[in-house]
């Protein structure tokens, strides 16, 4: 009777291959050790001071030589130039997230100190020292951003349909394009230069409306969205719209039943684009919608009606600072760059849900 033994098994790191985890433990180490050296150098140990982009440089770089040492030795020298090639795309998507993730710590850090229940539910009326909040501020944001989103959506919207649909490289469809680029790329405190000087003019020097400042920024905001909406509809194929004709529909229910349906999901991208453009200016909504420590929600009142925004909360708290405690507003300037963060994240959340709720439904047969 013969018996058969079962062929020995490679081990893995002397098999010509690394196993899966190896990388992956590199990195992790790398990590790991760049944030130890840096905690070190953080001599105060406040966790606001401790240098994150720093870390993810410094542990990049260590990981990329880690991973050319270990795959050089365990490996071949073709794999060991694969990796080390697949280390600099990951450490180029890396360095281009670095400033993101610098200024999420930062805001975080330094502005949880301050994201309380009193922030979201007091204005500064009569606060001269520690305490108060910015729900005058969020609620400025909140409305002159929705009528700016209200008055530029239609009209970019409609623009970029008329270049696709109706346009075809017509003199005007050109001269449109011309402007919109040319519009893109105007400073801010231009816009509100000109909604300010239209608005003077008619009531008079000093006015100050929170419906000024929507007018501004939906200066800003129109051209992003038209330029945005405006791609989107052309990667729509044609043939979607011939067989729509086809069947005898006109085309204005075309475009309204086949071409924006099929589009919608990166139109409401583009949307969420403009928003975030605009939701942070600061110098348009100076010159329009002033500033006030009093909760105001009409924006259209024109007697002392100026109007906070997160913004200029943000600027005049971390520029004017209260005497007494500096520190109060510092961490009131903070929390506001927090919210913002906040406010931009809940509604992208809340356009990715519209887009997949209101995107066609591929069915399968």
């Known amino acids: 009777m013969t018996t058969t033994t079962a062929p020995e098994k490679n081990v893995a790191l ?3 291959h690394l196993p899966k985890w190896v990388p992956w433990a590199l990195f992790a180490g790398s990590m790991t050790i760049a944030a130890i050296v840096f905690i070190v150098a953080n001599a105060s140990g406040d ?3 401790f240098n994150i982009a720093g870390t993810l440089f ?7 030589a880690l991973v050319l040492v270990v795959s050089g030795i365990a490996e071949s020298r073709r794999h060991a130039i694969d990796r080390l090639m697949t280390a600099l795309v990951a450490f180029a998507f890396g360095l281009a997230c670095l400033p993101l993730a610098s200024v999420l710590w930062t805001v975080v850090s330094s502005g949880i100190a301050r994201f309380d229940a009193e922030f979201f539910s007091y204005s500064m009326r009569n606060v001269l020292d520690a305490g108060g909040g910015a729900v005058h501020a969020i609620w400025g944001t909140i409305i002159i951003t ?3 989103t209200v008055i530029s959506v239609p009209i ?3 623009t970029a349909i008329y270049l ?3 346009g075809a490289g017509n003199r005007l469809s050109k001269a449109i394009t011309f402007f919109v680029d ?5 400073p801010s405190i231009v816009a509100g230069l000109f909604i300010y000087s239209v608005f003077a003019l008619i009531f008079g020097p000093g006015i100050r409306m929170g419906i000024m400042g929507a007018l501004a920024l939906s200066v800003l905001m129109i051209p992003v969205v038209v330029r945005g909406s405006e791609e989107m509809l052309r990667i729509v194929p044609n043939e979607l719209r011939e067989a729509s004709f086809a069947l005898g529909v006109p085309k204005w229910l075309t475009i309204m039943k086949v071409v924006l349906p099929t589009s919608i999901a990166g139109i409401t991208t583009s949307i969420m684009l403009a928003i975030a453009r605009v939701i942070g200016e600061t110098a348009p909504l100076l010159l329009t919608a002033g500033f006030t ?3 105001m929600l009409d924006a259209f009142e024109s007697n002392n009606g100026q109007m906070m925004t997160l913004p200029v909360f943000a600027y005049t708290q971390y520029m004017y600072p209260n005497a007494s405690n500096p520190d109060a507003s510092l961490d009131r300037a903070w929390a506001a760059a927090l919210t913002l963060i906040v406010i931009v994240m809940v509604l992208n959340l809340l356009a990715r849900l519209i887009a997949k709720v209101f995107a066609p439904k591929m069915t399968g047969r």
């Open 182 to 186: 040319v519009m893109t790329g105007i």
């Open 293 to 295: 420590h009093n909760l």
């Open 164 to 166: 696709v649909e109706y």
């Open 156 to 158: 970019g919207l409609m």
């Open 47 to 49: 966790i606001a001071e």
């Open 14 to 16: 002397t098999a010509g």
């Open 146 to 148: 929705a009528l700016a």
């Open 58 to 64: 410094f542990g990049m770089v260590l990981y990329i």
